[in-house]
Each structure stands twice: as structure tokens, then as C-alpha cells.
């Protein structure tokens, strides 16, 4: 049973990574700016990938210090909280501490302690509409609700960076779907209509991005949405 819950416990590490950190939107921005570039094989997939990580990791690094150092701190003593209510569910980590060996319980206390500086993080960059929701959806499924739980923070959390991920996408596309149109219609009125537009666009398109220092642009956008 022990080795079985530490494996799951590993085993959901790369999930959190991907879902409770800033790769959620970065990743799709990138991937969306390929696209709208129309270049979907430049950068590939795993430059793409490993750039996201490489931000993540940039982006993260202090609410990773934070939680290490919270988590080596020593809890302050204090009274045994009151008993639970006949009927009322268990919390997860109540629910954990069943599953959790007594000598990894201490553990299980600063993974807990640990965790306090992510659940900022995501309460920070998490839209208060959100957080309603999932609150409000996890009242009606039965769930006994307050709102700072990571558990309700965390899809919260995802919803509001896919809204900005996208939003973000809308307002690269524009000035690329402007392009494509001009070059369009430009081969339309000379009667090259049969002749691909996207071959004369995505020259024009890159020479774009270029002059205006997209990159740098786009990923300093990107950082500073996380200050």
C-alpha cells in the first residue's frame, strides 16, 4: 500500500507541472502563434515545448523556493482543533492521513505546509468569476466548500488561463489575418487567384515579426503577466 501511494503521488507530478503552473498558457500561446505565423513545423513541437518549460521554470522558481522553505519550516504548536461533525466528509488530507503510514505522516505535514505559497499563486492568477463557479459547483455536487481549496482553486486557475491564452491568440491573429487578406486580394486583382496565397504571405509574415522583435515582445507580454 505504501509504495503504491508514493507511485501515485510521482506518478501525478508531471500532471501538476502541467496544469497548476504557468505551461498552461504559455504553451498554448506559442503553439497558437505558430499557427497564426502559418508556419506550423517552425519552431517544432518540442522547441516549443521546451521553451514553455524553460519559462515555466523561470516563472515559478520563487513560488518554488517559497513552498521548500515553507515546507522545512516547523509547524507552530496548537490546540487540537475541534472534532468533526457527525456526517460531514472528510476533508482530502483527512482522507490522505488514512492512506498515509504514521512515520510519513510528518510528511504529509510539509507537503501540506508546502503547498500554502502554490495556492497563492493561484488565487493571484485565478479570475474571482471563477473561483465562484467552481465554488459553487462543488456546493452543488455535495462537497463541503470554502473556497480556498486547491481542489477548487486549481480548475479556477486553468479556466482563467486558457481565457487569457486565448485572448492573447485573438490579438496576434489579427495582424496576420490582415496580411493574409492583403496578399489575397493583391493576387485576386493581378489574376494570380489560382497561385497559393500563403506562399507569398508567409515571406511577408515572418518579415513582420522580425522587424517588430515578436519574440522578445511576445514573451516579455507572456513574463509580465505573472509579476
Avoid: C
Avoid at 517552425?42 to 515545448?49: D, E, H
Avoid at 490579438?171 to 496576420?176: D, K, V
Avoid at 489575397?184 to 493581378?190: E, Q, T
Amino acid at each position: 500500500m505504501t509504495n503504491a501511494v508514493l507511485l501515485a503521488l510521482v506518478a501525478i507530478i508531471p500532471l501538476v507541472v502541467l496544469t497548476l503552473t504557468s505551461f498552461v498558457k504559455i504553451s498554448v500561446v506559442l503553439s497558437l502563434v505558430r499557427n497564426a505565423i502559418g508556419a506550423p513545423d517552425a519552431p517544432s513541437g518540442l522547441v516549443v515545448t521546451g521553451l514553455s518549460l524553460i519559462l515555466t521554470f523561470f516563472v515559478m522558481s520563487p513560488v518554488a523556493i517559497e513552498m521548500v522553505r515553507a515546507a522545512g519550516t516547523p509547524a507552530a504548536p496548537s490546540a487540537p482543533g475541534p472534532a468533526p461533525t457527525p456526517g460531514q466528509p472528510p476533508t482530502p488530507v483527512d482522507a490522505l492521513r488514512v492512506l498515509v503510514p504514521a512515520e510519513y505522516q510528518p510528511q504529509l505535514d510539509a507537503a501540506e505546509r508546502g503547498i500554502a505559497p502554490l495556492r497563492a499563486f493561484l488565487v493571484k492568477h485565478s479570475a474571482e468569476k471563477d473561483r465562484a463557479t467552481f465554488r459553487e459547483l462543488g456546493t452543488k455536487l455535495g462537497h463541503e466548500v470554502q473556497g480556498d481549496e486547491v481542489w477548487v482553486i486549481a480548475p479556477a486557475f486553468v479556466t482563467s488561463e486558457l481565457r487569457e491564452a486565448f485572448t492573447i491568440a485573438i490579438l496576434i491573429f489579427i495582424p496576420f489575418l490582415v496580411i493574409d487578406l492583403v496578399v489575397a486580394l493583391g493576387l485576386a486583382s493581378l489574376g494570380l487567384a489560382s497561385t497559393n496565397s500563403q506562399t507569398i504571405a508567409l515571406p511577408l509574415k515572418l518579415l513582420l515579426f522580425v522587424a517588430v522583435d515578436g519574440w522578445r515582445l511576445l514573451l516579455e507580454s507572456l513574463l509580465r503577466g505573472y509579476v
